[in-house]
C-alpha cells in the first residue's frame, strides 16, 4: 500500500505561481509513474500531467502545457507540480496519484494509489 500526501495548494492571483508537492511512503516510489490530476466543482477529475518512474518521460493535457511542470526527486520520494501562467480555470482540487505499472496513461482508472487532495484557487 502507497500513501499519498499533497501539499502547496493555496490562493494564487491569475498570472501567479505554485508548486505542488506528492510525498509518497514506500520503497518502490521510483517504480511507479506519477501523475496529477484536478478536480473543479461540478466537474468530473481530469488529467493534468504525468512522469515516468525514471522521469524519463513526461506529458501533460493540452490545458496545462507550457504552463506547468511536472517533476520527480525519487530520493525524497516526492513529485511536483510547478504551475506558472495561473488561470481561474486552473481552480480546483489537486489530486496527485501512482500507476504502479509504470505506464503512460491519462485515464484515471489506470492509477492505484490516490492523494487526499489540496486546494488551489486562483482569483481572476
Known amino acids: 500500500q502507497v500513501q499519498l500526501v499533497e501539499s502547496g495548494g493555496g490562493l494564487a492571483q491569475a498570472g501567479g505561481s505554485l508548486r505542488l508537492s506528492c510525498v509518497a511512503s514506500?520503497?518502490?516510489?521510483?517504480?511507479?509513474?506519477m501523475g496529477w490530476f484536478r478536480q473543479a466543482p461540478g466537474k468530473e477529475r481530469e488529467f493534468v500531467a504525468g512522469?515516468?518512474?525514471?522521469?524519463?518521460?513526461?506529458y501533460y493535457a493540452n490545458s496545462v502545457k507550457g504552463r506547468f511542470a511536472i517533476s520527480r526527486d525519487n530520493a525524497k520520494n516526492t513529485v511536483y507540480l510547478q504551475m506558472n501562467s495561473l488561470k481561474f480555470e486552473d481552480t480546483a482540487v489537486y489530486y496527485c496519484?501512482?500507476?504502479?505499472?509504470?505506464?503512460?496513461?491519462?485515464?484515471?482508472?489506470?492509477?492505484?494509489?490516490w492523494g487526499q487532495g489540496t486546494q488551489v484557487t486562483v482569483s481572476s
Open positions: 496519484a501512482a500507476d504502479r505499472w509504470n505506464r503512460i496513461g491519462q485515464r484515471s482508472f489506470l492509477y492505484d494509489y
Open positions: 514506500g520503497r518502490t516510489f521510483s517504480t511507479y509513474t
Open positions: 512522469i515516468r518512474g525514471n522521469g524519463n518521460y513526461t
